[in-house]
């Protein structure tokens, strides 16, 4: 059911391309219904978040042995995007500056919208003390 699900909504995003904001929110719900990490964030907090479990899913995979090569290394591209727009981030909080999550998010969607697709499970959160 959840592969006809991500057909579906793969078809669908592909369909209507010329949409981005539409396909923007088709990706948003297919990553919601698979992912404990958010799929949009507002805060810091929830960008260092899903930034970590981004790199520790990617961690995860590659212990398996399962994956090939060249999802494997797709996996590790689209962290290294989601990595790249976390460290601006990082930098801009530091400063005090202001912060816009547009680049994170749409890194974040397209490392969750690919690992969903190829049915990778995401990395569980870890309990903060």
Request: hydrophobic share 45%.
């Amino acid at each position: 059911m959840r592969n006809l699900l991500l057909g579906l909504v793969a078809a669908f995003t592909l369909t209507v391309g010329g949409c981005t904001s539409l396909a923007s929110g088709v990706t948003d719900l297919a990553g919601s219904f698979t992912s404990s990490s958010p799929s949009q964030v507002t805060v810091y907090g929830d960008a260092t978040l899903a930034a970590d479990i981004a790199t520790r899913t990617v961690d995860l995979a590659v212990k398996t042995g399962k994956l090939d090569r060249a999802t494997l290394l797709e996996l590790q591209t689209l962290n290294d995007a989601v990595h790249a727009a976390w460290v601006k981030l990082k930098a801009a909080n530091d400063a005090g500056q202001s912060l816009s999550f547009a680049s994170f998010n749409a890194a974040l969607a397209a490392f969750q919208s690919y690992r969903t697709s190829t049915g990778i499970p995401e990395a569980p959160k870890v309990a903060t003390p």
